[in-house]
């Protein structure tokens, strides 16, 4: 029956109680944008062709999804909720657009962050939200493209120096996060619009201070 959606270009899977994924999609030849939201799932078969044509990936479920992600070579926007671990954007070249949101008390305490942006040099659009990440690694530094960053809702007590080396860096969003002070050097980005700093604990007027004496 599946022959009568071969030519289909957007592909979206929904269903709560599914234990089992064992769908090929490789069968579908045209698709451009898939979704799929699991609440469990203990096999996720993996395509058996690598889907040059995909360019947006939604999924929803919970389980190492790496084998599966490696088969989207040419992904541009990948959204991921409820997944971990995060280790497959080495081979996204392409990606423009990344957002991950999983209540962290639904990760295992020992998961590995390691994305390895430098794997990602065209990335502008980065959300990482409700991962309790409690540390930014260097290579987050080889974002030269990013545009926004949302790092809402994590576990950041602090702010690396080196952040305000982010030329492209427009939209810094850090809310609900227990930082007490953000580097005052963030202020000398070239072209930041704006900084999010709802329901932190950091103290406004040394940033006052700083953005007087700017300008």
């Known amino acids: 029956w599946l022959s009568c959606f071969k030519n289909i270009t957007n592909l979206r899977i929904c269903d709560t109680w599914i234990d089992r994924f064992d769908l090929d999609l490789a069968d579908f030849k045209h698709l451009s944008k898939i979704e799929i939201e699991i609440s469990f799932v203990d096999y996720l078969q993996v395509p058996s062709r690598d889907l040059k044509e995909v360019r947006e990936l939604y999924l929803s479920l ?53 994305l390895n942006f430098e794997f990602t040099p065209h990335l502008k659009y980065l959300y990482i939200m409700e ?62 619009e704006m900084i999010s700093i709802k329901n932190t604990f950091i103290n406004v007027e040394p940033l006052f201070e700083k953005l007087l004496k700017l300008n």
């Open 62 to 114: 919970k389980g190492d999804v790496t084998p599966f992600m490696s088969r989207f070579p040419n992904v541009e926007k990948v959204t991921l909720n409820n997944i971990y671990p995060f280790q497959f954007i080495r081979t996204h070249p392409d990606l423009t657009e990344l957002i991950i949101s999983t209540p962290h008390q639904n990760i295992p305490h020992k998961t590995n962050f390691d």
């Open 131 to 192: 991962c309790g990440i409690n540390n930014i690694s260097s290579d987050f530094f080889e974002l030269k493209e990013v545009e926004i960053i949302n790092l809402s809702n994590n576990k950041l007590y602090s702010l690396p120096e080196t952040i305000s080396a982010l030329p492209s860096l427009k939209k810094l969003i850090l809310d609900g996060n227990p930082l007490k002070e953000i580097p005052l050097s963030l202020l000398e980005c070239p072209i930041l």
